[in-house]
């Protein structure tokens, strides 16, 4: 009778980690790094979002911006004007709107809507004056938005500029979509030369809109600061998988193994 029949072997855990063990724990290390990085990345880009809603806030209490101080402004415009608030008057000029598409609003696909407001013979501002639904699956239909001919009041913040989409190629410049209505362009990004070299019109400064809705038109938008929520959320799930990894590692890789070994001891 050999020695190990008398003496049977210790189990694996009193034996030293296996191969196995090692890889699931290093695996399940390398992901909690991972996932806390996530959540702290997260908390970052919500920190920024609310700084950077401080100062548009900040800048919207500063006096509006009138007639006369557009037309002292030298474009482009300097970033500490963004989002000032303006209010201006002028009439529209509807047969050079744009149609920006695939632009969401809480889910719901549509377009925004812009149109230059000339101020006076030689000044106009590009004018983001809301959102309209798509009404169609074609694109060549428009929804209707009601355009006044008489002079008109508008409040406001100025921007850099409408958000640039993916585009599956390069967009030429007075490239547009023949629509129902004949006369309107639908694009997918826009920017101020673009629609200068467009319609011929030097606009000075692009406006977001923000009276009440009206004339068809959405324009309840979102602050910037409202998306840090949805930051903190997602920060909140990153370090809840990683407090889970955390517990399964520690009790399947360590509390498990030493209570079996205790009891076949």
């Given amino acids: 009778m050999s020695a190990s029949d008398h003496f049977p072997a210790k189990p694996a855990a009193r034996q030293g980690r296996t191969?196995?063990?090692?890889?699931?724990?290093?695996?399940?290390?390398?992901?909690?790094?991972?996932?806390?990085?996530l959540g702290r990345w997260q908390l970052s880009r919500a920190e920024q979002k609310q700084a950077q809603q401080a100062v548009l806030d900040a800048r919207a209490d500063e006096p509006e911006l009138d007639h006369d101080d557009l037309q002292a402004l030298q474009y482009p415009l300097p970033e500490t004007l963004m989002h000032r608030r303006v209010f201006v008057q002028g009439f529209w000029r509807p047969q050079y709107t744009v149609w920006l598409e695939n632009r969401s609003h809480h889910g719901q696909a549509g377009y925004w809507v812009l149109t230059p407001l000339q101020l006076d013979a030689d000044t106009a501002v590009l004018v983001q004056r809301g959102w309209a639904p798509r009404i169609s699956q074609d694109r060549t239909v428009l929804p209707p938005v009601q355009t006044s001919l008489e002079v008109v009041e508008v409040e406001g913040v100025l921007s850099a500029g409408p958000s640039r989409l993916l585009s599956l190629g390069e967009e030429v410049a007075g490239e547009s979509v023949t629509t129902a209505s004949g006369s309107s362009k639908i694009r997918q990004n826009l920017t101020l030369e673009q629609f200068r070299q467009d319609s011929g019109i030097p606009?000075?400064?692009?406006?977001?809109?923000?009276?009440d809705d009206d004339e068809g038109l959405r324009r309840d938008w979102p602050a910037v600061g409202s998306t840090a929520d949805k930051n903190l959320g997602y920060a909140f799930q990153w370090f809840a998988l990683c407090a889970l990894l955390f517990v399964l590692t520690l009790w399947f890789q360590f509390i498990q193994p030493a209570r079996h070994a205790k009891r076949t001891s």
């Fill in 19 to 37: 191969l196995r063990w090692w890889v699931v724990t290093l695996s399940a290390l390398v992901a909690m790094g991972v996932t806390a990085s």
């Fill in 203 to 211: 606009v000075l400064a692009y406006v977001i809109q923000t009276d």
